[in-house]
């Protein structure tokens, strides 16, 4: 059997890049990694990320970005995270169940229980190891100032939104101290990476 590991943060914490970095430090340690993205990384999975990231007139209600986000995890964990550990790889995700947790329970304010229970339908697995890359609303904006791309559905929302998933990743980080290290997203990419890589090392020869 192989493990997951996932990446989780608000936009522009370095999930993506991190995700590269730990890719290529396992590969060239003989590891075989298959990584993936949420929303995404299948056909349908690319399709609905497109129905809940893409602006809209008639943008999705809570209950059905909930959903929406549900069906395109029960598609990836099915097809491809579970066949890959059944492979014996190494799966990284970018962004798992935690996200759902802190966007849709903290930023859009559904009720946590509803949350948990579909978390329960669509993904039935947890990873060895999640890294919560921590940075303020204030440091995400600068960084999305500077990239200077235009902003998605979600990614337009106004920094308080952000501050309330932030706030849902610590107290998710808080439930689960054993499964999710808290990471300064402010470090240098070096560090970060040398302290993720060493965590890992450290999990797959436990
Ligand atoms: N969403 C949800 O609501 N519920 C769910 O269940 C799931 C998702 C699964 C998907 O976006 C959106 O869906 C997301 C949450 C929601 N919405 N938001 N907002 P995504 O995950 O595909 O995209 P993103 O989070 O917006 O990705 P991003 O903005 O590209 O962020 P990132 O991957 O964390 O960062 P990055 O691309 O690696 O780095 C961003 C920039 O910072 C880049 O220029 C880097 O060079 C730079 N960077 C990275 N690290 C550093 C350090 N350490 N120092 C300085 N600069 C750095």
């Known amino acids: 059997m192989g493990i997951l590991f996932s990446f989780e943060g608000i936009d522009g914490a370095g999930k993506t890049t991190q995700v590269a970095l730990l ?10 990694v298959t990584c993936l993205r949420e929303p995404g990384g299948t056909a349908l999975g690319e399709k609905i990320r497109s129905l809940l990231l893409d602006k809209s007139d008639e943008p999705p209600v809570p209950v059905a970005e909930l959903l929406l986000f549900a069906a395109a995890r029960a598609q990836i964990v099915a ?9 014996g790889e190494i ?6 169940t935690d996200a759902t947790f802190a966007y849709q329970g903290f930023g859009r304010g559904l009720p946590l229980e509803q ?10 697995i ?7 890359l921590d940075l303020t609303p204030e440091q995400s904006a600068r960084r999305r100032e500077a990239r200077g791309e235009a902003s998605d559905r979600m990614e337009s929302e106004a920094d308080g939104f952000r501050s309330k998933v932030r706030d849902g990743y ?15 997203a402010s470090a240098s990419l070096e560090s970060i990476h040398e302290r993720i890589l060493a965590d890992a090392l450290g999990i797959l020869a436990a």
């Not at 949350?115 to 039935?124: F, K």
């Not at 947890?126 to 919560?132: I, K, N, Q, V």
């Not at 610590?170 to 300064?184: F, N, Q, T, Y």
Request: no cysteine; charged share 35%.
């Open 115 to 124: 949350i948990l229970s579909v978390e329960a339908i669509a993904a039935g």
């Open 126 to 132: 947890e990873p060895a190891r999640t890294w919560f």
């Open 79 to 87: 097809t491809r995270v579970k066949p890959a550990l059944e492979r």
């Open 91 to 96: 799966v990284i995700l970018d962004r798992f």
């Open 170 to 184: 610590l107290e998710r980080a808080k439930r689960h101290p054993e499964r999710i290290a808290v990471v300064d």
């Open 23 to 32: 890719a290529d430090a396992l590969s060239g340690r003989g590891h075989k």
